[in-house]
């Protein structure tokens, strides 16, 4: 299966803020960076500075944090590719967000 996700860590706000930036074309979406926690676990949040700041730059839309953590439906499963619709039979994602922006092998 190829590569679920690109991300990039960012640091900002005078090092207050540390996020990470997911994109898997067109998605982009923002998680906490914290190094204390398992990299697997993604807690999705809005950055509407970070948004607006790159928003005319980006190819791409932001996928919300409230979206992101929706349950994913019957529907939006069978739009994805047959080896994606494998996987998240196997690893049972419990948000949106997990199914597009995941670490499954």
């Given amino acids: 299966m190829p590569v679920a996700h690109r991300e990039a860590s960012l ?3 005078f090092g207050r803020t540390r996020i990470k930036v997911l994109c898997n074309p067109p998605l982009i979406a923002f998680t906490k960076l914290d190094s204390a926690r398992d990299t697997r ?4 949040i809005d950055a509407p500075l970070l948004e607006s700041a ?11 944090a409230s979206d992101a953590n929706r349950q994913p ?4 499963i069978s739009t994805l590719e047959e080896s994606e619709k494998h996987a998240a039979d196997y ?5 949106i967000g997990e199914v597009f922006f995941n670490n499954w092998d």
């Avoid at 790159?54 to 919300?64: A, N």
């Avoid at 439906?73 to 939006?76: A, I």
């Fill in 54 to 64: 790159l928003g005319k730059k980006l190819d791409g839309f932001v996928l919300r």
């Fill in 11 to 13: 640091v900002y706000d």
């Fill in 41 to 44: 676990v993604m807690t999705f």
């Fill in 73 to 76: 439906t019957p529907e939006l």
């Fill in 91 to 95: 690893h049972r994602p419990q948000r």
